[in-house]
């Protein structure tokens, strides 16, 4: 199996904010994988005397252990139980109720030769390729619905009504787009951060299925790089021109 991995800030000066790891299982025929990417604070730091980078690799660890080791409990439940482990480690110190305490996007999955069990919240992305090459996104299209009705978006974060992400809060794991599908039917996935999605959904240089012949092509790195070049050739998003950018690839 293989599975490759790149991550790029989006300033050079500012710390990287995004986390992904992926375990394999010594002697199985399992494993697991995690992708977050980090909310970055407002000035006050969201209450929360840590930075965002140590609640991203506070949550990912959790989460990847819970992932691979308890096959027991579905991947919601393992995001929950991460929340509530990363949400005491600095309850003592932080104001947790603030609205934007340190929080995360999510991707995690984990396979054996059965299944494949994926797990999505908020705007980072999963791509599942079939053994014929057809390539299917992951989406949780919260924030999508929400910018095609012409509404605010970050006044909604965590609302009922608007869209979630991984913070202090372990009920929200039942508002992740989860699923499973045999494993046979994967030949290849790749996770994403917004940041390294740009290519496809700002600046629609691309879709999912040459976005996934990229990596099978030139690794995570090369569509970082593609992102990188479409951000200082034409129209940058709103708010970051430049943004974390973090890949995996895994190939069965």
């Not at 980090?38 to 959790?62: E, I, K, M, Q, Y």
């Not at 109720?97 to 929080?103: D, E, F, K, V």
């Not at 940041?195 to 996934?212: K, L, N, P, Q, Y």
């Not at 030139?218 to 970082?224: E, H, M, Q, S, Y």
Request: aromatic residues 4%; hydrophobic residues 40%.
């Amino acid at each position: 199996m293989r599975i490759e991995t790149a991550t790029e800030p989006g300033r050079a000066e500012v710390p990287n904010e995004d986390y992904v790891s992926a375990a394999l299982p010594a002697g199985g025929s399992g494993g697991a994988l995690v992708l977050l990417d980090g909310v970055t604070p407002p000035p006050d730091n969201g209450g929360c005397v840590h930075s965002v980078p140590w609640f991203t690799a506070r949550l990912g660890g959790a989460l990847l252990e819970l992932a691979a080791a308890r096959r027991d409990l579905a991947l919601a439940e393992c995001l929950s139980a991460a929340i509530s482990r990363t949400a005491e480690a600095h309850r003592t110190t932080c104001d947790l109720s603030h609205r934007l305490t340190p929080q995360a996007t999510v991707v995690t999955a984990r396979w054996d030769d059965a299944e494949l069990e994926y797990l999505v919240l908020s705007d980072s992305v999963l791509l599942l390729e079939d053994p014929r090459g057809g390539v299917e996104a992951v989406l949780d299209d919260r924030i999508d619905r929400l910018q095609a009705q012409g509404l605010r978006v970050a006044p909604l974060r965590n609302l009922e009504g608007g869209f979630f992400t991984a913070a202090a809060d372990p009920e929200v794991s039942a508002r992740a787009v989860t699923g499973r599908v045999p494993r046979e039917r994967v030949r290849a996935l790749a996770a994403l951060t917004d940041g390294a999605t740009r290519s496809v959904e700002h600046f629609r240089a691309d879709d999912w299925s040459s976005v996934f012949a990229l990596l099978r092509e030139g690794g995570p790195r090369a569509l970082i790089a593609r992102v990188r070049a479409l951000e200082t050739t034409r129209t940058p998003p709103p708010g970051k021109a430049h943004d974390d950018a973090t890949v995996l690839l895994a190939e069965f």
